[in-house]
């Protein structure tokens, strides 16, 4: 037993830079926090070097591979905050599915979930600890490993996003047979939703336990619904998992602020605000200064650069930025990108991204 796996979830260093935490409360800031979905991610090349030859779904559950990986971009970048290197797609293997990460192809369920019946294969009783412990055991480590330079965040998918992927049986562009389940098994998908709704609480409690100082929430297939599913087969879910993590967490005496990122859902931006969550991430589809009036001060907001702006000449990434905190304005802002960078973007453009939000951040907040 390597000395790591001993390492236990208290006597964390100091936090030395919590930008990212006051902004997500609302809080005035020096600067604009500013990290990126998927910043763990193949356009390292030394995360490229870390993974090759390696089955995806081990390394998730590798504490000692994940940490490594989450803290590989921080060594490049002035990041304000990391977020733990996993997957969305561990919680339906906890639940009893088998999934595989194949080559060219991603995410792949040899046996999906085809009709109603097809529930009963799911455990019933998930045993948190003992399914996703490994987790944890990234995000104990990674907080150790991190010296508390920045915040860690956890995070999870939301329910009808796991849902669409165990019933399409990996990635889809219409997400036809899982929105065929909404229209034909209403009650079914309902108890499907409830039961990863349970799994989803009891989970982000488990990151928090182990050092998580923050939670994000990907409901990354909110806009294959429309307004009237999303209310009924999505909102309710994303607002139940935070009210009862919430409460849960306000029974330790904890305050872990929430982000919920529901892609491509414009239509749900008001309820999102209302939804118990301090954070709401927004895609790039999404005008800045019409989202600010949308969500009424009510919540920090998070996103939205378009992450092919990434492919700019660094002058340009430079004006963007610009444009965007201009848009969003200082105070309750997170800088990042309206979805996760891709594997062949520049690092160098990364960086300069990053640069961009500092710099022009502080260069505003001095001027008010």
């Known amino acids: 037993m390597s000395k790591d796996t001993l390492i236990l979830p208290k006597d964390f260093p100091q936090l030395q830079n919590d930008t990212f935490l006051r902004a997500a409360r609302g809080e005035e800031t020096e600067h604009v926090p500013v990290w990126c979905m998927r910043q763990a991610g193949r356009y390292l090349p030394e995360f490229r070097e870390s993974r090759a030859g390696k089955d995806f779904f081990e390394t998730c559950r590798s504490p000692e591979a994940c940490c490594e990986l989450t803290l590989q971009p921080l060594r ?25 990460m194949v080559p060219g192809k991603g995410p792949t369920f040899p046996e999906p979930l085809k009709e109603p019946e097809d529930l009963q294969r799911l455990r019933v009783k998930v045993d948190v ?5 490994y987790v944890f055991k990234a995000i104990t480590l990674t907080r150790h490993k991190i010296e508390g330079k920045v915040p860690l965040i956890g995070f999870t998918g939301a329910p009808w996003t796991l849902m669409s992927y165990m019933i399409e049986g990996g990635g889809s562009n219409t997400h036809s047979k899982a929105k065929r389940w909404l229209y034909r098994h209403p009650e079914a998908s309902h108890m499907l939703l409830r039961m990863l709704t349970d799994v989803i ?10 050092g998580a100082q923050a939670l994000q929430v990907f409901e990354s297939h909110a806009g294959i619904l429309g307004p009237v599913e999303f209310k009924e087969f999505s ?16 029974e330790a005496g904890q305050d872990v602020p929430m982000i919920a990122f529901a892609k491509d859902a414009h239509y749900g931006l008001e309820d999102l605000s209302q939804s118990h969550y301090e954070v709401v991430g927004l895609d790039w589809t999404i005008d800045p200064r019409s989202a600010r009036e949308r969500t009424g001060g009510k919540v920090s907001l998070q ?58 951040s502080k260069q505003m907040i001095k001027q008010m």
């Open 76 to 100: 490049r970048f002035p990041f304000d905050a990391a977020i733990i290197f996993s997957d969305i797609l561990v919680v339906p293997q906890a639940m009893g599915m088998d999934v595989q």
């Open 201 to 210: 609480v009891e989970y982000l409690l488990g990151q928090v336990a182990a």
């Open 129 to 133: 600890a003992k399914e996703l412990g």
């Open 235 to 250: 909102l309710p879910y994303l607002r139940d998992i935070a009210r009862r993590v919430k409460d849960k967490l306000k």
């Open 303 to 360: 996103g939205n650069m378009d992450p092919c702006a990434l492919y700019a000449p660094k002058e340009r990434i430079s004006d963007i930025v610009k444009k965007m905190l201009e848009g969003f304005g200082t105070r309750g802002y997170i800088a990042n990108l309206g979805h996760g960078l891709y594997p062949d973007m520049d690092p160098e453009n990364v960086g300069a991204f990053v640069e961009a939000v500092h710099q022009h």
